[in-house]
């Protein structure tokens, strides 16, 4: 499946559970990072380590709290996809 695929089903799956038009945003936002940097890839062909590389390479110009969404965010997407 490719990520703008799973991101358009994460963001149903949010909306049915009443997430706030805000938190909605924020991670639509965080999708678009990630697709753009992975150039909306195969989830099947993502392992951590490249995720870890993702965090790493855009972790260097974050904020704590900035980083620390960007990794909820990452967990939460990837977690709603098993």
Do not use: V
């Not at 490249?50 to 977690?79: C, D, M, N, V, W």
């Amino acid at each position: 499946m490719l990520l703008s695929k799973a991101w358009a089903s994460f963001e149903a799956d949010k909306r049915i559970e009443y997430f706030s038009p805000q938190t909605l945003k924020a991670y639509q936002l965080q999708s678009l990072l990630l697709i753009g940097y992975f150039k909306d890839e195969e989830i099947e062909f993502l392992d951590s380590n490249q995720l870890k590389e993702y965090l790493a390479i855009y972790g260097k110009h974050l904020k704590p709290t900035s980083l620390a969404h960007r990794i909820r965010f990452l967990k939460s997407f990837f977690r709603g996809l098993m």
